[in-house]
């Protein structure tokens, strides 16, 4: 999205967006949403949607975005595609009026694949603090299930007793409850990163536009 030349630095930081996350292949869907500053880099929407998929961030991930790829600089080559650091590169840098499709890859094991809606980009509410979570169903799926398949897989297996690894996926899923959100959970780390913006916005308006 070009720079728009009149827009202060200030506006450019409070400016925000809507986004909706959507696990590809889940049925039924797994989706999130959350508002998010259009400031903040590539690596810092990769930390919310670890939060709101309630993941731990073990796994190699990605961000395509057209005919580009980003995720972290990498110094062994694993026969990928090279890759723009995620962490230099602005959410606001790739949108493009009046939606943006973003799709995420993470653990290239698992291969989860989730697409980002990105819409209504606009100036945010000064009352409010972002990353900000909206909504969403059905909790993510534990890491290192086996994917998708794996996953309903092991669902099928916790929800009957006589299945011959009940016992042993139930013990590996332990207290994990599929329709449970988290929102607390979610909430509570999202704070951590709104409270580490909102000190950057402080400064900035010190420091005038």
Same mark, same amino acid.
């Given at each position: 999205m070009a720079k728009d030349?009149?827009?202060?630095?200030?506006d450019s930081f409070n400016e925000v967006c809507t986004i909706r996350v959507e696990l590809l292949d889940s049925d039924p869907l797994i989706w999130r949403q959350v508002e998010m500053p259009t400031s903040a880099t590539l690596k810092v929407l990769h930390d919310v949607i670890q939060i709101v998929m309630r993941w731990f961030d073990y796994h190699l991930w990605e961000f395509t975005i057209g005919d580009r790829?980003? $995720?972290?600089?990498?110094?062994?080559?694993?026969?990928? +595609?090279?890759? =723009? /650091?995620?962490?230099?590169?602005?959410?606001?840098d790739v949108l493009r009026h009046p939606t943006t499709e973003i799709d995420y890859t993470y653990d290239f094991g698992d291969d989860w694949e989730l697409r980002l809606i990105v819409t209504d980009i606009r100036q945010g509410e000064p009352s409010e603090s972002y990353?900000?979570?909206?909504?969403?169903?059905?909790?993510?799926?534990?890491?290192?299930? $086996?994917?998708?398949?794996?996953?309903?897989?092991?669902? +099928?297996?916790? =929800? /009957?007793?006589?299945?011959p690894d009940h016992e042993e996926v139930a013990e590996f899923l332990e207290d994990y409850d599929p329709e449970e959100v988290g929102t607390m959970d979610i909430g509570h780390a999202l704070s951590r990163i709104a409270n580490r913006r909102n000190a950057a916005r402080v400064r900035l308006a010190k420091g005038g536009s």
């Open positions: 030349p009149t827009k202060s630095a200030s790829k980003y $995720g972290l600089p990498m110094d062994v080559d694993w026969g990928t +595609e090279p890759r =723009a /650091d995620a962490a230099k590169v602005r959410l606001r990353p900000r979570f909206i909504g969403g169903e059905r909790n993510g799926p534990p890491e290192d299930c $086996g994917g998708i398949p794996g996953f309903y897989d092991k669902l +099928e297996a916790l =929800a /009957d007793p006589t299945h």
